[in-house]
């Protein structure tokens, strides 16, 4: 092992900074626009107190800040030693923390703006023991050919454990793998992806979400009867601008799946998948292959009907995503034939052609007809308030009946050896696959009406992250939900 001291890159000093400050200006800005713009350094003025205070304040805030940066890439020092990574960091109080290399799952590489600008990338250490979804230790920059040192050092503490005797490896050897790629997206996936994918209601929400910081100083009654003005010209028009807006939230939705995934690229290593994607921020995730809990096959009714489906595997942590967040969209878009070929190839002890039971004929109203509870008020409602465009809203009537029936058609499950594997939808198709060592919890549940049917419904969770992921297939047959409680049973 080595002994050489190592520091951050002095960018990391920027970064730390320009991450604090960055906190700070949304608070400032709702303060500045709350207030109404009026502020004034003239000492005469009114407004001269609350803006010597609110500058005041925020500068000083923002030369910690910048000394707080300084601080931690002074501070911040890592080695190599005796087969472990090891970190010192912290001016007034010195902190220490030695990881074996073995307890390593995953090195998860990220290369925001400033990290491209000098050529260097953030390092996640990821261990089983992380606690909210945090990274062991982050390296905030350093040079690539610095964290290939560091990753280096893991496969060569790793293999000396695995094999005692074997012959060293040296850098080069290491560095001259190839590793296999077992998928990558197209620019013409990409394309689909962005504009089939659900991104539009995220734009939606988040511009609500920004409306609503300002609602101090919006007119919010005169802006309501101004459209209610609007809306007497025609309601073609109200439709033409309801339109307009949907379509440029459609668009932005598609540059940030764009953005997103752009070089979506998936590769196995040492039972580890590495995902890498990313236009402006370049991402690099690892994802141990033993811990993933379960996979789902999702199929929103318009990629369904074109073949194609995204695969989403749901780990119990270590790849690098946010608190809580551990679905992984290992194939964001893929023909569903292709992706079973690949999982077969990547699990091939469990069955990814599965033979379904299907819930039966006398449980079909159990699908739609609580849906008729919350929707009768909301056709009652535009009824009489929009008549006579608001007689459109039921046609929801026939649509829910349709949904209904479809949501049957789709229910079932299928017990094989180890395995469930469960179908459902709401409106998206989902296959999940679980094996019963992942399974949490398994639950039943049942109605007095659908006693009297003998149907049953059933939920399986599984671990994903900070909590986990249920599947559920609804009123299927009671005996067959006894059957799958009895197989869980130890």
Not at 13 to 33: E, F, H, N, T
Not at 320 to 328: P, Q, S
Not at 359 to 370: L, Q
Not at 372 to 390: D, E, H, K, N
Request: positive net charge; charged residues 20%.
């Amino acid at each position: 092992m080595s002994n050489d001291v190592y520091r951050l890159h002095p960018v990391a000093a920027i970064i730390s900074s320009v991450k604090a400050l960055k906190s700070m200006i949304l608070p400032v800005a709702i303060i500045v626009i709350t207030n109404g713009f009026n502020f004034s350094f003239n000492y005469r003025s009114e407004y001269f107190f609350e803006t010597v205070l609110l500058f005041g304040v925020w500068g000083v805030a923002a030369i910690l800040a910048l000394v707080g940066g300084l601080v931690k890439w002074r501070t911040f020092v890592y080695w190599f030693e005796e087969g472990e990574l090891r970190v010192t960091y912290g001016l007034f109080v010195k902190k220490k923390r030695y990881i074996p290399f073995e307890r390593i799952q995953s090195l998860n590489y990220h290369e925001g703006i400033f990290h491209r600008i000098f050529g260097l990338v953030k390092v996640q250490v990821e261990t089983a023991g992380n606690k909210g979804g945090k990274p062991e230790v982050e390296l905030t920059a350093i040079r690539k050919d610095a964290a290939d040192v560091i990753e280096q050092e893991m496969r060569r503490a790793k293999t000396q454990i695995a094999q005692p005797f074997a012959v060293e490896q040296s850098p080069e050897q290491i560095e001259g793998v190839s590793i296999p790629v077992i998928y990558h997206m197209s620019m013409r996936d990409l394309l689909v992806l962005a504009t089939t994918s659900g991104g539009i209601g995220v734009v939606l929400s988040g511009l609500v979400a920004v409306v609503s910081q300002f609602s101090d100083i919006i007119p919010y009654e005169e802006v309501f009867h101004e459209l209610a003005d609007f809306a007497k010209v025609g309601a073609f028009l109200v439709a033409l601008t309801v339109m307009f807006a949907l379509i440029v939230a459609w668009f932005i939705s598609v540059i940030i799946t764009l953005v997103n995934y752009y070089d979506y690229t998936v590769r196995i290593e040492d039972e580890k998948l590495m995902i890498t994607k990313g236009l402006l921020e370049k991402k690099r995730i690892t994802l141990p292959l033993n811990r993933i809990q379960a996979i789902r096959i999702v199929e929103n009714p318009l990629r369904q009907l074109f073949g194609f489906a995204t695969v989403i595997v749901e780990s119990a942590g270590g790849n690098g995503e946010k608190a809580g967040d551990k679905k992984i969209a290992l194939f964001p878009l893929i023909k569903k034939r292709d992706s079973v070929e690949t999982l077969v190839q990547l699990f091939p002890e469990m069955n990814w052609h599965p033979t379904l039971t299907r819930a039966p004929k006398r449980a079909r109203p159990f699908f739609y007809r609580i849906d008729f509870l919350w929707l009768v008020p909301i056709m009652g409602a535009c009824s009489y308030f929009f008549y006579p465009y608001g007689l459109l809203s039921l046609v929801f009537i026939p649509l829910t009946l349709l949904l209904g029936i479809w949501q049957h058609r789709t229910a079932g499950y299928m017990l094989d050896g180890k395995q469930l594997t469960m179908q459902y939808r709401i409106f998206s198709r989902i296959t999940l696959f679980m094996e019963k060592k992942r399974i949490q919890s398994m639950e039943s549940s049942q109605t007095y009406f659908q006693k009297r049917k003998q149907v049953m419904s059933i939920k399986a969770t599984v671990m994903s992250g900070m909590s986990g992921v249920t599947g559920h297939v609804p009123s299927v047959e009671q005996q067959d939900a006894e059957a799958i409680l009895s197989w869980f049973e130890h």
